[in-house]
Nanobody, 118 residues
């Protein structure tokens, strides 16, 4: 049974930081590209950051220079360090695992709420 479990969300003031974590089980972690998405109220889900099994990364323009994605293949975990948070970063953040070899194999976590407000 595949599970992705996110943690680390919460309420933070503008300019603050949060670190999201996602623990994966039931998959061969190195076979998966790991991603963070977010969905704000009334908006479509958007891709925030991607990391390959070798550590290559890509980011949405809106978070470049503020967010850092990383992974620990030994622990089956992926992280999203979010710095200098803005109110527009408020959203539910989702962890996603996408198999390199079989595109149908993609999994989602349940999401964690991030609220940036004073």
């Amino acid at each position: 049974q595949v599970q992705l479990v996110e943690s680390g969300g919460g309420l933070v003031q503008p300019g603050g930081s949060l670190r999201l974590s996602c623990t994966a089980s039931g998959i061969i972690f190195s076979d998966y590209r790991m991603k963070w998405y977010r969905q704000a109220p009334g908006k479509e889900r958007e891709l925030v950051a991607v990391i390959g099994s070798s550590g290559s990364t890509n980011y949405a323009d809106s978070v470049k220079g503020r967010f850092t994605i990383s992974r620990d293949n030994a622990k089956n975990m992926v992280y999203l360090q979010m710095n200098n948070l803005k109110p527009e970063d408020t959203a539910v953040y989702y962890c996603n695992a996408a198999n390199y070899y079989r595109t149908a194999l993609t999994y989602w976590g349940q999401g964690t709420q991030v609220t940036v407000s004073s």
